[in-house]
């Protein structure tokens, strides 16, 4: 008899416990998940495949300048070029605002071989105020010339993949693949004189292009928080 009621009881507080869990917001799990699987620098850079404003499949390989099948023939992973992954919005204030200094990074740094690339992660739906619309991210680049290559996380997965939480939000792609830098482009896109900031992301390519280590690797990002879709859009289409 007592076998059974201590079972029953056990049963009873683990229903109770699975109630529980279903009852926590599913947007505040989504949230902790992404903190604890933040990519960080050391770590390999997730590959993805996602589609420009012009409708072509672009993947994280083709932007370091590596075939398809670059790595088959040997075991050491092939050099390619730097990448930078800057998860962006054209209505967030905070990423507007850091638009004309990565511009000037961009312009700098290309020069020297390195891969810039936005990536507009906020679809939360053509019904919600935050969703922002292809041709409304093209006339952004029109009239702002943005000079590096803009592409459409349709689902925000590259986003959830990456761990981006903010707009804008840094990741810094080393030549063997790896991630070498993450987060914030500067001190403050406010500050103008460079002599009271400090520019983690130039301080980064320098580092990484002279083949030493950055002298700080991760830095929480700043900015408006990325506008994912609802989890029950996520699965449609």
């Known amino acids: 008899g007592n076998h059974r009621e201590v079972g029953a009881i056990m049963n009873t507080r683990k229903l109770a416990t699975l109630s529980l869990a279903l009852l926590v917001p599913a947007s505040g799990l989504c949230a902790q998940d992404r903190a604890s699987r933040r990519v960080k620098s050391g770590m390999p850079a997730p590959e993805f495949e996602l589609k420009d404003l012009e409708g072509k499949k672009v993947t994280l390989r083709a932007l370091r300048g590596l075939s398809a099948k670059a790595d088959e023939d040997g075991a050491k992973p092939p050099e390619g070029k730097v990448v930078?992954?800057?998860?962006?919005?054209?209505?967030?204030?905070?990423?507007?605002?850091?638009?004309?200094?990565?511009?000037?990074?961009?312009?700098?740094?290309?020069?020297?071989?390195?891969?810039f690339v936005a990536i507009n992660s906020n679809r939360a739906g053509e019904d919600q105020g935050t969703h922002e619309r292809d041709e409304d991210i093209k006339a952004y680049c029109k009239k702002h010339a943005i000079p590096y290559r803009v592409l459409i996380d349709e689902k925000a997965r590259v986003a959830d993949v990456y761990g981006a939480a903010r707009t804008p939000d840094i990741f810094?792609?080393?030549?063997?693949?790896?991630?070498?830098?993450?987060?914030?482009?500067?001190?403050?896109?406010?500050?103008?004189?460079?002599?009271?900031?400090?520019?983690?992301?130039?301080?980064?390519?320098?580092?990484?292009?002279?083949?030493?280590?950055?002298?700080?690797r991760d830095i929480a990002?700043?900015?408006?928080?990325?506008?994912?879709?609802?989890?029950?859009?996520?699965?449609?289409?």
Do not use: M, N
């Not at 992954?85 to 700098?108: N, T, Y």
């Not at 500067?186 to 280590?213: N, Q």
């Open 84 to 115: 930078v992954l800057d998860f962006w919005s054209i209505r967030c204030p905070i990423s507007v605002g850091w638009e004309a200094r990565l511009k000037e990074i961009c312009a700098r740094y290309s020069a020297r071989g390195v891969v």
């Open 172 to 216: 810094v792609v080393g030549q063997k693949g790896t991630i070498r830098y993450t987060g914030l482009i500067d001190t403050d896109h406010r500050i103008s004189d460079p002599e009271k900031r400090r520019d983690y992301l130039a301080e980064a390519l320098d580092a990484v292009l002279a083949g030493e280590e950055p002298e700080v």
């Open 221 to 237: 990002p700043k900015g408006c928080s990325i506008k994912r879709p609802r989890a029950e859009r996520r699965g449609k289409g």
